[in-house]
Each structure stands twice: as structure tokens, then as C-alpha cells.
């Protein structure tokens, strides 16, 4: 039977059959929202398997992280939204005898290659847009299936870690993001609608959900939450309910209509770009058995969840809600949510507060141990537009790590991808040239460099941006 994408139909049959032929099984998986829903989806499938396994997560997935996996002493490892750029080094362990790898990832494969690797890149198709870390693990668990076993529910998960990893082209799920979408439909797990794109249409009362939209800034109602709630008050609407603002789900269409008609007024008013206003509307996914009004029932909001209990090392808290636990996993992961909005108010605000240097192709920031490392990439992406900060050239922010090391994160846009930028070569090269190691995608990356040797990291870095661009 043929998969969602017919492209890696082999690699997968491929992997499966590894897996199946093991005793038990090592699952190692990145920690922020794609990684955790490639968990699992991974996980889930093995379960209905039949083949035992245990689950690690790595923050990081470097030389001493493997040689840990390798020593849990298990025969088969499987690694789900990374190993595909460490496989240099993994392969010295397969060659080793230390463990047989299998691998479901979509990032940029190092030189070397192994038997079991199912990553869309080696066919042909981006795995920066078009198939997720969790969507290589959905195919690889549709793969899995034997006559008594239909793993297509685990769709919306899959599209849960598309969306947290940033694939949304332009609101939008496209490639073969959009086949897992179609088969997520079909199987009820998964809506696939047009409404306004802002985020938090579930949960934030309708004024926080204008005032904090950083989709489309809006002069007025934008970051202000005062002109956020006159633009309400204006509308004629009864949008409280015992005193209450109510929220964007709580609207009927009809409600729906006169606040967007308006938004869109407005902005045409205040001067914002048509492309912009064109973004007010976009494609949404729904999770329909999730209630109505809570983070799970939208991708994104459930995407940001996952990466709440990530970023502060409670990854099992996230494994635990994508496998169903609604009660302790489920408030534990919103204590965390709270704590990592706060954090990231924080967070932008110091970057508003201390400004952005401008280099001749990029611009950065160095927030020290001001802004959290697991963070710093989220913040550097927020900051993107805000007052002194060029929404039109590259941004890289670097955060303590350590007393050996700093983190870097870096975060383009779709229009400069589009122009050429590919911010996981720029990574990948700039930390190698000062002794580190990095990766990621073209619209968002990451690397780790040596302390002390953040401004020569810049230089190469604006340097390759440059030839990128130029």
C-alpha cells in the first residue's frame, strides 16, 4: 500500500522492517514541538507494533550525546527529527557495532549514509517546507501498519510538529505537508478551514488576541492594548459575556465577519502593505476532538504548548500530552506555558530595551544570560519588525550557554529564502570556522561556538549572507 508520500515509500518499508526485525528499541528525539510529536507518533506506532522501546530526548544531538545512546547498549536506535546531520558521527558507532541506526529525519544530511534513513531531502523534496521531523515519523508509522492497524489518526500530531517547526508557507501547509493534511481529513482527526491567522483564536480574550497578534501589525491596535479595545468598543458588538471579553471561538460567523471586515478597514486605513492585510486570512487546522476553546484544539496554539514544556526541560510532560493525558500532563504543561510567555515578554522587551547591531547583511544581539538560551531563537523571531529591528534582513542572537559555550539562533523570513538565503549553510559554515557546530533550515537555524568567539562568528557569518544574497 502505497504511503502519503509515495517518494519515500522504500526508505520507509525500509526502516519498518528494520524496527520490526528488533528486539526492543532505543527512541532518541529532539526535544522542542516537532521533535516531541516525531516522538510521538513514533512511539505510538511501535506500541501498536508490538515492539518494545524506550524513549531518551536530547536538547542537543553532538558527539557525547551519541556515545551516551550508544552505551544504553540497545541494537537498535532510532532517531526521530535529527541524526541526519550527525551521521558522521553515528555511522562510526554503526561501524562499530555499537547500535544499527534508523533514522526519520528532514534535516540536512552529513556526508555520510546509512541503510535506514527516511529524510525527504534525499528525494528531492524540502524538508524545511514541505515534510516536518514528526511527518518523516508519520510516514514511517503509516509503514508500519499490518492489516489490524491504521496509523493516519496520528496525522494531527504530525501537523501539529509542521506547523511548531514554522512550514506553514504563508499560513498554509503545501508539498507533502498537504498530504498528510488530506489524509487527516479523511480520517477525522484533522479540519482544514479559512479564518482569521492570528494566534490564540482559542484561548485569548479578543482584546489580547488583537493587542499580541504579531502577524500583522496594525498601527493602533497593535501592541496597544488600549486601541485594541476601543477598536472593539467601536464595533457595536456584544463581544462580553458576564463582563467578560469573550474570544475569537466564542464568535458566531456573522461576528467573525464584522471584526475581520474591520481589522482588514483599518489597516487599508493606517497604510499597512496589501500583502500584509492579505495575511490577516489564512488556513487553519483543527484538531475537532479536542474541546472547543482550549490550546489543543488549534495546531499552533498546541505547537506553542509543546514547546513550552521543551524549552524548559520537561520534554516528558510534552510526550505525555501528545499521548493522550489530559489531566496532571495537560496542567503541568500550562504551568509551563505561563511561565514561558512571561519569560518571552521578558525577553522582548530586553531586546526593544538594548537594540540590535546592524552589520552590513545582518543584524544580532548578544543577550548574555539576560534571555534563556532554549528561548533566544523564539525572541529573536518576535523581534522581527518591532521598533529598530529590519524585518527585511536576517537576525542572529546569541545567548549563554555555558562557561565553554554560547548558543546562537538565527531566523530569516520566506521572502529572503526566496532570494536565495539558506540560514542552515550560514550556521552550519560561520560555527565551523570558529570551532563550533551547527545547522538547521534555511528560514531558521541554530549553532553552538565557543565562548569568547561570538563577533568572529558574525564577521563569517555576515560574510556568507552576503554572498547569499548579493
Not at 506506532?45 to 544531538?61: M, N, S, Y
Not at 527529527?81 to 526519520?104: R, W
Not at 498528510?180 to 482569521?196: R, Y
Not at 552590513?360 to 519588525?385: K, P
Amino acid at each position: 500500500m502505497a504511503g502519503p508520500v509515495p517518494a519515500l515509500d522504500d526508505r520507509a518499508t525500509a526502516c519498518a522492517g528494520r524496527l520490526q526485525a528488533a528486539d526492543s528499541v532505543l527512541l532518541a528525539s529532539h526535544i522542542d514541538a516537532d521533535g516531541l510529536t516525531s516522538a510521538a507518533v513514533a512511539a505510538t506506532a511501535l506500541e501498536r507494533a508490538g515492539i518494545p522501546f524506550e524513549t531518551v530526548f536530547k536538547k542537543q544531538l553532538d558527539a557525547a550525546e551519541i556515545a551516551s545512546i550508544a552505551a544504553r547498549e540497545y541494537d537498535t536506535v532510532l532517531f526521530t527529527d535529527f541524526g541526519s546531520g550527525q551521521l558522521d558521527v553515528i555511522t562510526e558507532h554503526e561501524a562499530a557495532g555499537d547500535f544499527t541506526p534508523v533514522i526519520a529525519d528532514h534535516h540536512q544530511p552529513a556526508e555520510s549514509d546509512t541503510e535506514f534513513h527516511l529524510n525527504p531531502l534525499l528525494e528531492g523534496i524540502d524538508g524545511a517546507s514541505e515534510l516536518s521531523g514528526a511527518g518523516a515519523s508519520y510516514v514511517l508509522a503509516r509503514a508500519l501498519e499490518d492489516d489490524s492497524v491504521d496509523n493516519r489518526d496520528l496525522a494531527a500530531l504530525a501537523i501539529v510538529g509542521a506547523v511548531g517547526d514554522m512550514q506553514a508557507v504563508g499560513g498554509e501547509l503545501v508539498g507533502t505537508n498537504e498530504r498528510i493534511v488530506e489524509e487527516g481529513v479523511a480520517a477525522g482527526v484533522v479540519e482544514e478551514g479559512t479564518d482569521l491567522s492570528l494566534y490564540g483564536k482559542q484561548t485569548r480574550p479578543l482584546p489580547k488576541l488583537l493587542e499580541y497578534a504579531s502577524e500583522v501589525g496594525i498601527p493602533g491596535i497593535s501592541n496597544d492594548q488600549a486601541g485594541s479595545i476601543k477598536f472593539l468598543d467601536d464595533l457595536g458588538l456584544d463581544l462580553k459575556e458576564n463582563g467578560e471579553w469573550r474570544r475569537w471561538v466564542d464568535l458566531t460567523a456573522d461576528e467573525r465577519q464584522t471584526v475581520a471586515s474591520a481589522l482588514v478597514q483599518k489597516a487599508v486605513k493606517r497604510g499597512v502593505p496589501a500583502d500584509k492585510i492579505d495575511g490577516l486570512v489564512g488556513t487553519t487546522y483543527t484538531l475537532p476532538a479536542e474541546p472547543e476553546g482550549t490550546e489543543l484544539r488549534d495546531a499552533s496554539e498546541f505547537s506553542t504548548l509543546l514547546n513550552a514544556t521543551a524549552r524548559y526541560e520537561r520534554a516528558d510532560v510534552g510526550l505525555a500530552v501528545c499521548l493522550g493525558d489530559r489531566d496532571d500532563g495537560l496542567q503541568r504543561a500550562r504551568r509551563l506555558l505561563q511561565n514561558h510567555r512571561r519569560n518571552l515578554s521578558e525577553g522582548l522587551e530586553w531586546v526593544k530595551e538594548q537594540g540590535v547591531t546592524r552589520e552590513e547583511h545582518l543584524q544580532w544581539f548578544d543577550a548574555g544570560e539576560a534571555i534563556r538560551e532554549t528561548i533566544v531563537g523564539i525572541v529573536a523571531g518576535m523581534a522581527v519588525g518591532v521598533d529598530g529591528v529590519d524585518p527585511d534582513v536576517p537576525i542572529i542572537a546569541f545567548a549563554r550557554k555555558n562557561d565553554e559555550e554560547t548558543k546562537v539562533s538565527a531566523r530569516g523570513t520566506g521572502r529572503l529564502v526566496g532570494k536565495g538565503l539558506d540560514l542552515s549553510v550560514v550556521m552550519g559554515e560561520a560555527s565551523a570556522a570558529v570551532g563550533g557546530g551547527g545547522g538547521g533550515h534555511n528560514v531558521a537555524a541554530g549553532a553552538t561556538v565557543p565562548a569568547g568567539r561570538e563577533q568572529e562568528f558574525i564577521e563569517h557569518a555576515d560574510r556568507l549572507v552576503g554572498e547569499q544574497l548579493g
